[in-house]
């Protein structure tokens, strides 16, 4: 089946600082990527759709200069946090899918900004 | 009213019994349903997808759905306690996945 790979699996950063997060379809090739986050206890919210070679579609309320989306191939996406703040703390999750089927999660990334 | 509401749960089962799982949605034009299953700490995976109208099984698994009343279940039988886990739903408004709508999930856990 389709997998899904996320990196990494958890990071602490300081405040005001930028934090990396790849997301890499391993065994097919993602023309789009989707980008969540999960605050505890809630569900997954849609941050942004990934298309490669083009600019991410980001969802009402999500700061693209904040949360900087770049997918160069149609195996890799990833999501830059800048200028971190402790409110961004959360479980960010990736996900990629072949046209028509249903989305495959990456093991998602869990940030803590202190 | 939330687009699509599950019971926060907990739900507790015995081992053996059968967990139902529900789900209802407020976009009648939603035409996908899946569910997910996500132990703490990890991201969901896909448990299951039903686009019709009635039931579909997959082992121990069996979603339902009623687009008519806008409700979908997840029933798990003979529940193990490796099925103790959230359950979040999740409803599209094209055959296939983008922009995914989930629910907040329903946890349940499975008494041995």
């Known amino acids: 089946g389709a997998v899904v790979s996320q990196h990494p699996s958890w990071v602490i950063c300081k405040s005001g600082t930028s934090v990396k997060i790849e997301c890499r379809s391993l065994?097919?090739?993602?023309?789009?990527m989707f980008w969540y986050r999960q605050f505890p206890k809630q569900s997954l919210m849609l941050m942004a759709t990934?298309?490669?070679?083009?600019?991410?579609?980001?969802e009402q309320g999500v700061e693209k200069d904040k949360f900087l989306i770049n997918h160069a191939s149609l195996t890799l996406s990833t999501l830059t946090v800048t200028s971190a703040h402790p409110e961004d703390s959360s479980f960010y999750i990736c996900?990629?899918?072949?046209?028509?089927?249903?989305?495959?999660f990456g093991n998602g990334t869990r940030l803590t900004v202190t | 009213q939330k687009e699509v509401e599950q019971n926060s749960g907990p739900l507790s089962v015995p081992e053996g019994a059968i967990a139902s799982l529900n789900c209802t949605y407020s976009?009648?034009?939603?035409?996908?349903f899946f569910w997910y299953r996500q132990y703490s700490g990890k991201s969901p995976e896909l448990i299951m997808f039903?686009?019709?109208?009635g039931d579909k099984e997959d082992g121990r698994f069996t979603a339902q759905l009623n687009k008519a009343s806008q409700y979908v279940s997840l029933l798990i039988r003979d529940s193990q306690p490796s099925d103790s886990a959230t359950y979040l739903c999740?409803?599209?408004?094209?055959?296939?996945?983008?922009?995914?709508?989930f629910g907040t999930g329903t946890r349940l856990t499975i008494i041995p």
């Open positions: 039903i686009y019709s109208n």
């Open positions: 999740a409803v599209n408004r094209v055959f296939g996945n983008e922009k995914l709508t």
């Open positions: 996900s990629a899918s072949v046209t028509n089927s249903p989305l495959h």
């Open positions: 976009d009648r034009g939603s035409q996908s």
């Open positions: 990934s298309n490669e070679g083009s600019k991410a579609t980001y």
């Open positions: 065994d097919f090739q993602a023309t789009t």
